[in-house]
């Protein structure tokens, strides 16, 4: 009875994933990638920025990010914005291939060892033009969400937080 199959949404800010499609473009044929940063919502992430890391370690089918950056990147990104946080990885497919099974489980893997819901998102290479797929961990459950395109997280108000107390 596949027809049951409830979908999970995440919202992703159209910013992020204009920076996806661009990063895979540019680095075509080659991959790319990086790290998925935003807020966790009741009940799903919310994909506020994508961030590209440059790397020589990549080819036509790999991509490994380069050490610590992903720490230093969340650090920067929290800087201007303390809400968010490490919510999973992205990297391009230059051929219309899903997500590998090493990607499956090192999502997984991620999930599990942090005890946070982590996202998997592949820009994958359809004709001329980049495919995104996203997939979310919850422990060892991986599934295929449906992305919601939003505007960027609105700007917190601090003005008001002293004046309701
Ligand atoms: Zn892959």
Redesign the pocket.
């Known amino acids: 009875m596949s027809g049951q199959m409830r979908s999970t949404t995440v919202h992703v800010s159209e910013s992020a994933l204009d920076t996806i499609r661009a990063a895979a473009t540019l680095s075509h044929p080659l991959e790319t990638g990086g790290i998925l940063v935003g807020v966790h919502t009741s009940r799903y992430p919310w994909v506020t920025h994508a961030v590209e890391f440059a790397t020589v370690e990549r080819g036509h089918t790999a991509?490994r990010l380069p050490a610590g950056v992903t720490r230093r990147a969340v650090r920067r990104l929290r800087d201007l914005d303390p809400r968010v946080g490490y919510l999973g990885d992205w990297?391009s497919?230059p051929m219309d291939v899903p997500?590998?099974a090493?990607?499956r489980l090192t999502t997984v893997t991620t999930a599990v060892r942090t005890m946070q819901p982590t996202l998997l998102l592949?820009a994958r290479r359809v004709e001329d033009q980049y495919a995104i797929d996203l997939h979310l961990a919850r422990g060892v459950r991986l599934r295929t969400c449906a992305i919601i395109p939003t505007g960027d997280l609105p700007v917190p108000s601090t003005e008001n937080e002293h004046t309701h107390g």
């Open positions: 991509y990297h497919h997500a590998s090493t990607d592949i």
